[in-house]
């Protein structure tokens, strides 16, 4: 079992940057891949990045690619997402999970969710 808190949303406007951090807590952090995902108001959930045990195996989806980072910190625990250049179709609630198996880009690919942080680019 592992536990996932999400930080660091807020009200930014276009433009703007942000950094997500999400904390676990539970099992051994090292040995999950990390992912993001972003659920705007009726709409279904997407992947925005994700990284797998070494932070060279990084993925991204092409919406967010050259804008956003995604990094990991396991002494800390932590997954973060840095957020430049942000769009208003970047709004929506942000989400941290953590996978066993792969740093996929499928929702059904990770274990543990966070409880999601909202985002809101104004234009």
């Known amino acids: 079992q592992v536990q996932l808190v999400e930080s660091g949303g807020g009200l930014v406007q276009a433009g703007g940057s942000l950094r997500l951090s999400c904390a676990a807590s539970?099992?051994?952090?090292?040995?999950?891949?990390m992912g993001w995902f972003r659920q705007a108001p009726g709409k279904e959930r997407e992947f925005v990045a994700a990284?797998?045990?070494?932070?060279?195996?990084?993925y991204y989806a092409d919406s967010v690619k050259g804008r956003f980072t995604i990094s990991r910190d396991d002494a800390e625990n932590t997954v973060l997402l840095q957020m430049n250049n942000l769009k208003p179709e970047d709004t929506g609630v942000y989400y941290c999970?953590?996978?066993?198996?792969?740093?996929?880009?499928?929702?059904?690919?990770?274990?543990?969710w966070g409880q999601g942080t909202q985002v809101t680019v104004s234009s």
């Open positions: 999970a953590a996978s066993q198996t792969v740093a996929g880009i499928s929702h059904e690919s990770y274990d543990y």
């Open positions: 990284v797998g045990w070494s932070i060279g195996n990084a």
């Open positions: 539970g099992r051994t952090f090292s040995s999950f891949a």
